[in-house]
């Protein structure tokens, strides 16, 4: 499928785990159309669970880099620009209950683009137009965390506590933390609403539907 607009315009959305990054992408969306705004989320770029670095301990790290096809990802970001549309399985999160559907994201004159490591792979920051970095305190991320993964998804505790330790900080602070400097706004989200930091994106976004449609 092709659209005959012009290049489309780009947000990159970035945080680290259970920022509320996905919260404030889901928000943000809601407020359009979906001829308006498209999202493709890094979620479903994760290599097979047997390609996994494992760390010293047995434990399969699914924060690092490595363990989502960034290159895929910026591929199909490019794409979407060129006006093609990207067809993915859904990533189940290793879920045997769960059947993946086929994940069509169609190109749209706003792009939403989402992910934890998005700011890391130069082939997808060199698309981006705007860079939006989603903030919050390490123990907020980690009680966001253990009732996602713990209670709504039903890990391991123990698992999920261990993760966040080893994995999910220390990736966070390397490969995810250093790009805060770097990006076009931060909305921070320590407890209170990012209502007032939604609305300047939400009116900035209107603004510029017209003059690239």
């Known amino acids: 499928m092709?659209?005959?607009?012009?290049?489309?315009?780009?947000?990159?959305?970035?945080?680290?785990?259970?920022?509320?990054?996905?919260k404030f992408l889901c928000d943000l969306r809601n407020s359009f159309s979906d001829e308006q705004i498209s999202v493709l989320s890094l979620d479903n770029y994760y290599r097979p669970y047997e390609e996994q670095f494992i760390d010293e301990n047995g434990v399969e790290n699914f924060d690092i880099p490595s363990s989502i096809d960034?290159?895929?990802?910026?591929?199909?970001?490019?794409?979407?620009?060129?006006?093609?549309?990207?067809?993915?399985?859904?990533y189940t999160f290793n879920n045997p209950n769960i059947i993946p559907k086929e994940?069509?994201?169609?190109?749209?004159?706003?792009?939403?683009v989402e992910g934890i490591f998005i700011f890391h792979q130069k082939e997808i920051t060199d698309q981006l137009d705007l860079r939006i970095f989603v903030e919050a305190k390490a123990h907020l991320m980690i009680k966001r965390r253990i009732k996602r993964d713990a209670i709504e998804r039903n890990y391991d505790m123990d698992?999920?506590?261990?993760?966040?330790?080893?994995h999910v900080m220390p990736a966070y602070e390397k490969y995810i933390l250093p790009h805060r400097d770097t990006s076009d706004i931060v909305i921070p989200n320590n407890g209170t609403t990012f209502e007032k930091g939604l609305a300047v994106v939400k009116a900035h976004c209107k603004n510029t539907l017209p003059s690239i449609n």
């Open 70 to 90: 960034l290159i895929a990802f910026a591929k199909d970001l490019e794409k979407l620009r060129n006006g093609e549309t990207i067809s993915k399985p859904e």
């Open 159 to 166: 698992d999920v506590l261990y993760r966040f330790e080893y």
């Open 2 to 22: 092709k659209i005959s607009n012009n290049t489309p315009y780009i947000i990159g959305i970035c945080g680290g785990s259970a920022s509320g990054k996905t």
């Open 103 to 112: 994940i069509i994201t169609k190109p749209a004159p706003i792009i939403l």
